[in-house]
DNA sequence: CTGAAAGCGCTTACAG
DNA sequence: CTGAAAGCGCTTACAG
């Protein structure tokens, strides 16, 4: 790279004091700067092609107008999308973000976290894995600035943004009950993840509510990293009952990307024979034969929610914000058996 | 944040100097300093939790092991698996990445690369928006590393990851001619892109091979902007020729998404109506009833050799490399007439 | 084997 | 209205 210019060539080319060129560039100070000097000052820096070091600056105000983004996968399209809210409010406020993936893995999510805070990240937004809230934990003990995004550990005090999952899931599975669906099924993963948890929770509520017995063998777990294989086995074991279920939801954007995929293959209809309820409503799912009910989570205010509280939180220490967004229930053609589109094709 | 504890500290509390503090920690002159001492230093580092300060280094080591990405839209899926590539390609040499979405935008794209400059990233990855050949000539002015990815500027010498564009389509078209059909279009984005020219070119390119002749109103040109509402135009307008077509290729996966959704609501069946192929292969794709042919770029291998790419760069500025990588048509379902796909449902 | 010192490019009290 | 100077937390020739 071609040497840079400093503050230190721009003074030595006008002739004043580095310090002058600092608060001219900067806007400070304005009224009681000579206003041909600070022209001058602009003009050189601007002809001279200056570009400010931040991380000098950032060495200096201890501020590196940077936030570190930790996922679990950037290439998860529910991540993702969260990633581009983050950017464009981080970004409104002059804050670059940086990302990680963590894949679930608490080792990974350490060494993010590591990385991150050498870099001196302003703060964090955060997707934790499970089984993590001892490194939370040491966040708030180290006084680190960050809000959780998505996911939360009810035991520790600290900012989140999150779903009112088991709101989520009750309605769905009420929704379905309402038309005519008797032995509903779910497919979640096998996880501490509390979030995951509360959608079974909500799941369950609703089959009580509605006097219909809980069934243990409704429930299929599969592993978080999303195997094909596993999730279609689910589905079939749920389809190969002695009372196979009628409906089933998914509780989150991959496992629908893959259940579906399988029931795609097979003899059945969506809703006729088979009613489907999904959470996340992602572009990967707008091509499945049955438009889909699902289950929306507000990305757009949950991600500026979350950037917009870590900023308030970088700047004031005290903030503690918990905020639960409302899912919507969008329905559709593939929850309702009533409807005629499992038999028109 | 409580107190950060630094080298002064280290060194104040052992005893000795921070230039020996620094030695230690980074493992330097290791066999000519007394082991005992060493492990002292590196006991207390560890007993105080001392966390290197990046950015101080960076200061004077002129290096912040960061590098910018730039792509279109992190949370289009193409992008966002790249970035998941690139990430882990970087983090293998210690690198973190920055991201911004350029939109398609040239200003939002200075402004991203005047941002990453200035947090004085090592280098960039980028996925340049049509028109910017100007910006790209200055990093190369400037010798700033980077290295383009996906999309290239023929008049620029620039290192570059791209697909054998021309071949994919090319081989594309050939194939659906091979399998019967005799009219063939396209959806492609109307921008300057040279990438999707490219695109355009090795389709009509297999017409006059064939003998096909060349028509004009088998090309459809869309806002990049992926309006549902456009796309599907697009199709239809294609379907209402007087001859009208009998497949369709789609420029690319979101280009695919939009139309098929629309395809989906239409009577007609794929591929019995009409053949289709797509470039790219998302998720996004994979719920569409039937399988569907595509033209599948090797996402790993672009990643990891426009990050290594640039990694190299880094080291040494004079690295000069324009890769091509080859596409790879995936036949599956969608592309043949001949087969009883479209019959069976 | 170890330390004093300069310096990376900024900001910011402080002094005048 | 302007400047000299200290200092952010490191690294690294240089000297001994």
Redesign the pocket.
Known sequence: MA?????????KEV????????????N??E????????QKIKDVAASMN?????????????RTYTVGLIVADISNPFSSSLARIVEDEANKMNYTVIFGSSDENSEKFDKLIDTFLNRQVDGLIISPPANTAIQIQQLIDHDIPFVLLDRYFPEITASYVILQNHKASYTAALHLIENGCRSIGMINYSTDLVHLHDRKQGYLDALKTSGIDENRSWIKYVDIANDPAEIGNAVQELLDLPEPVDAIIFASNLIAVNALQYINRLPLKVPRDLAVITFDETSALNLFYAPLTCIRQPLEEMGQLATRILLETIKDKTVLSQIEVSPELVIRASSQKSSDYGLER
């Open positions: 040497k840079r210019v400093s503050l230190k060539d721009i003074a002739g004043v004091s580095t310090a002058l060129v600092s608060y001219v560039l900067n400070l100070k009224g009681r700067i000579r206003k041909e000097i600070a200056y570009r400010p070091n931040q991380i000098a600056k950032s060495l200096k105000t201890n």
